[in-house]
């Protein structure tokens, strides 16, 4: 108690990040802002420009970027979370901290499906659901934001049960396909349903994944409608050439490329929602934990491979991961803008890449290095143990 009146009594916890190298906003319309500056006041971002048209006095928190890159903290469309920061797919502990120090402040559940025992009547779904919302709202690894609580479609939902799940806090559809739905008519019913009561949805597109998943062909997503169409270079199996170009031509929805998927498929995915400008609405994910494991650095590599093989600035492939994904998924983070969240990863250069700066050494296909993460205001992390170690680093000066 005594703490929380200090705290007031102090004033607004303010934050100051000076001497940014390079600003990278996350918005599309303008990758690069023209400013070296950031002030957010209690965990929200109050101005950004340059230091001397800034108040950057008082301030409880003072950081020097060293002239690193400060862009938005990234955003994984696409986890398997299951309990805790423990993933049964690859009995692995920990994953969500290691991509943490892959640049990873926002995760967003596709379903807890890798749950053992994950009950799939519809009372048992939805408790299910309701938990994982739940905890995943009181358990954040090292500050992580991890949407959960995606429930996956069951044959027998009425519109009630999307009703009693909205009013319970839960926000995301677990992938329409991994469960007993998959047809087009039912999904489409359901899917809608969602929608009217605010919970968005996604549907896994592509072969099956794991023994016990199965094929959702073009016609399916088209028909369903889901707000984002999963992993459409499949996941891991794609579908054919022709099916994902008539996707990303025809669906108004978020363009989903994974990690986990196929890499071609990817591409063509990515170069396809160019041509029909369509790329505002392509978002990243990485699909794990899967069977390909989990990758810390998976939206890093992400972003690094769409720039240096699919013909896009790194400025341009890293909104696809921050204001993009906001967009779609309706996030206050994502933008370094003001009234956004105090969200950031700072970056620069791998230490002995071949490129000239941050931006060439992704666009010739390097990894950034990962100096510091701040969330909502807070440093979570500095320098990163997983990414190869970035040239220059950020300081708290003052904290
Ligand atoms: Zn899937």
């Given at each position: 108690m005594s703490h929380d009146v200090a705290a007031k009594s102090a004033g607004p916890n303010k934050l100051v990040i000076r001497n940014i190298g390079l600003l990278l906003s996350g918005?599309?319309?303008?990758?690069?802002?023209?400013?070296?500056?950031v002030v957010a006041m209690d965990g929200v971002i109050h101005a950004v420009g340059r230091e001397k048209d800034l108040d950057t006095a008082a301030a409880a928190t003072t950081i020097d970027a060293k002239g690193s890159a400060l862009a938005p903290g990234l955003i994984d469309s696409h986890v398997h979370p299951v309990c805790g920061d423990w993933t049964p797919r690859q009995n692995q502990l920990g994953w969500i901290d290691s991509c943490l120090h892959g640049g990873v402040t926002t995760m967003i559940s596709a379903g807890e499906v890798h749950t053992p025992g994950r009950p799939k009547d519809i009372v048992g779904l939805?408790?299910?659901?309701?938990?994982?919302?739940?905890?995943?709202?009181?358990?954040?690894?090292?500050?992580?934001?991890?949407?959960?609580?995606?429930?996956?479609?069951?044959?027998?939902?009425v519109e009630d049960d999307f009703k009693e799940l909205?009013?319970?806090?839960?926000?995301?559809?677990?992938?329409?396909?991994?469960?007993?739905?998959?047809?087009?008519?039912?999904?489409?019913?359901?899917v809608a349903w969602a929608r009217k009561y605010g919970i968005q949805s996604t549907i896994h597109t592509g072969g099956p994944s794991i023994p016990g998943s199965s094929l959702i062909d073009k016609d399916m997503v088209l028909e369903t409608d889901a707000d984002v169409v999963g992993h459409i270079n499949g996941g891991h199996t794609a579908l054919p050439d022709d099916q994902i170009m008539d996707i990303c031509l025809r669906s108004p929805?978020?363009?989903?490329?994974?990690?986990?998927?196929?890499?071609?498929?990817?591409?063509?995915?990515?170069?396809?929602?160019?041509?029909?400008?369509?790329?505002?609405?392509?978002?990243?994910?990485?699909?794990?934990?899967?069977?390909?494991?989990?990758?810390?650095?998976g939206i890093l590599r992400m972003i690094s491979m769409l720039s240096s093989l699919g013909e896009t600035p790194a400025e341009i492939a890293i909104c696809l991961a921050t204001g993009n994904t906001a967009k779609m998924r309706s996030l206050n983070c994502g933008l370094i803008a003001a009234g956004r969240e105090a969200t950031f990863v700072f970056l620069d250069t791998a230490q002995q890449s071949a490129g000239k700066n941050l931006l060439d050494s992704i666009q010739k296909g390097d990894l950034a290095g990962v100096g510091m993460v701040i969330i909502d205001g807070a440093v979570s992390i500095q320098r990163s143990r997983n990414t190869p170690p970035a040239t220059r680093v950020p300081e708290v000066v003052r904290a």
């Open positions: 918005d599309l319309d303008h990758p690069i802002l023209d400013a070296d500056t939805k408790a299910m659901a309701i938990f994982a919302q739940r905890a995943f709202q009181a358990f954040r690894p090292g500050g992580v934001k991890v949407y959960a609580g995606a429930p996956v479609l069951e044959q027998g939902m909205a009013v319970a806090g839960v926000k995301f559809l677990g992938e329409v396909g991994l469960g007993s739905v998959k047809d087009g008519v039912t999904g489409r019913r359901m929805r978020a363009l989903e490329i994974v990690h986990n998927g196929n890499e071609r498929a990817a591409l063509l995915a990515l170069r396809t929602a160019r041509e029909v400008s369509h790329l505002d609405h392509v978002i990243l994910g990485t699909d794990s934990p899967a069977g390909s494991g989990v990758q810390p650095l």
